[in-house]
């Protein structure tokens, strides 16, 4: 049996880029989200440094290797809206299925329901992306609808499903 791994979780700084961009190279990664191959440091800087005080990019760290990356933000700043919130995350191809995930979003969930008053939680997920629907239908996310032809990946239009989860009365 596998050692449990200590993930130390941490949100990013500016200088984490080049690790964030590692992250999202792999095939396998960026594959599974709407991100695009060969991402820039650049972009990366770009993204960690606008982020308001509400937004969020989170670190999965194991030793001192970025692991996985985690993103909340409001979806939209418009005042109707302010109760919900969208997530995305990628975990390294070497760490998939190992609790990465689980432990991301689990932080993330905390952070938007007992911090920011965000009671509806979106996302996009592939339809194909069968590890990712079972983690988060497992954190009591259920899917919303199917956008077809949504996005183009590895040179053909995909689907995706969009997914949201309410937050539980307390």
């Known amino acids: 049996m596998p050692r449990r791994l200590k993930i130390v979780l941490r949100a990013a700084e500016v200088d984490d880029a080049a690790d964030v961009a590692a992250l999202y190279r792999h095939p396998s990664v960026f594959g599974g989200t709407l991100q695009l191959p060969y ?23 194991v030793g001192d290797r970025v692991v996985g990356h985690a993103y909340l933000g409001h979806s939209t700043p418009h005042a109707r809206r302010r109760h919900a919130g ?6 390294d191809a070497e760490f998939q299925r190992r609790g990465i995930g689980s432990a991301l979003l689990a932080a993330m969930i905390e952070r ?6 965000i009671t509806r939680l979106e996302l996009e997920v592939y339809p194909d992306n069968v590890a990712a629907l079972a983690l988060y239908r497992k954190f009591g996310f259920v899917e919303e609808g199917r956008l077809r032809q949504y996005a183009y990946r590895d040179g053909q239009l995909c689907d995706v499903l969009v997914m949201a989860r309410l937050a539980m009365p307390t």
Do not use: K
């Open 39 to 61: 991402p820039r440091e650049s972009l990366w800087r770009e993204r960690l440094a606008r982020g308001d005080a509400d937004t969020l990019n989170l670190l999965a760290v």
């Open 86 to 91: 969208e997530i995305g995350m990628a975990v």
């Open 112 to 117: 938007a329901e007992r911090w920011m008053q």
